[in-house]
Antibody, heavy 118, light 110 residues
């Protein structure tokens, strides 16, 4: 069974750093792109970027380029989304998802809620 | 920057048919954009309904169908049910492996 399990909720202060994770299982982790999606409170989905764990090829939405870093450790089948300096506007639910043919996501993680508040 | 457009809200009667659309602020949507449709209910992760314009994901009932209508991608629900009341998002592939979501359509079944 394909599963993407994300790390737990985080509460951080502005300016702090953060790295959240997404662990894949039940499939060959290195052979599928993993994407990250933001959903701010009460708002829609925003496509952030994707990574191919096999070779760490990474693509970012222009809206998120330079704002976050996507990485992966294929040895432990885990993808990451990180911030070097959080802002209150980073408060959101973040989902990881596996991308398949047709540029669509098929399996989704359960989401990680990130709250940034002073 | 091109924006993906969706109706903010739509209403359908139980048993009725509704067509949600997904367009571009500039240009036309074609199959080359690999339109994908996602359904999300409050508090839940999104669920993939349709990909590559008109291919249903596993387990999605055949009352959901996808197409290109004119210059937009479309998701049609035939015989709407109460549990179809959700937010629906389309995603379009913009090239170089990058996709964009539309703003979403809140569907009410009443």
């Amino acid at each position: 069974e394909v599963q993407l399990v994300q790390s737990g909720a985080e509460v951080k202060k502005p300016g702090e750093s953060l790295k959240i994770s997404c662990k894949g299982s039940g499939y060959s982790f290195t052979n599928y792109w993993i994407g990250w999606v933001r959903q701010m409170p009460g708002k829609g989905l925003e496509w952030m970027g994707i990574i191919y764990p096999g070779d760490s090829d990474t693509r970012y939405s222009p809206s998120f380029q330079g704002q976050v870093t996507i990485s992966a450790d294929k040895s432990i089948s885990t993808a990451y989304l990180q911030w070097s300096s959080l802002k209150a506007s980073d408060t959101a639910m973040y989902y990881c998802a596996r991308r398949v043919g047709g540029y669509s996501f098929d399996y989704w993680g359960q989401g990680t809620l990130v709250t940034v508040s002073s | 920057q091109t924006v993906v457009t969706q109706e903010p809200s739509f209403s359908v009667s139980p048993g009725g048919t509704v067509t949600l659309t997904c367009g571009l602020s500039s240009g036309s949507v074609s199959t080359s954009y690999y339109p994908t449709w996602y359904q999300q209910t409050p508090g839940q992760a999104p669920r993939t309904l349709m990909y590559s314009t008109n291919t249903r994901s596993s387990g999605v009932p055949d009352r959901f169908s996808g197409s290109i209508l004119g210059n937009k991608a479309a998701l049609t629900i035939t015989g709407a049910q109460a549990d179809d009341e959700s937010d629906y998002y389309c995603g379009l592939h913009m090239g170089s492996g990058i996709s964009v979501f539309g703003g979403g359509t809140k569907l009410t079944v009443l």
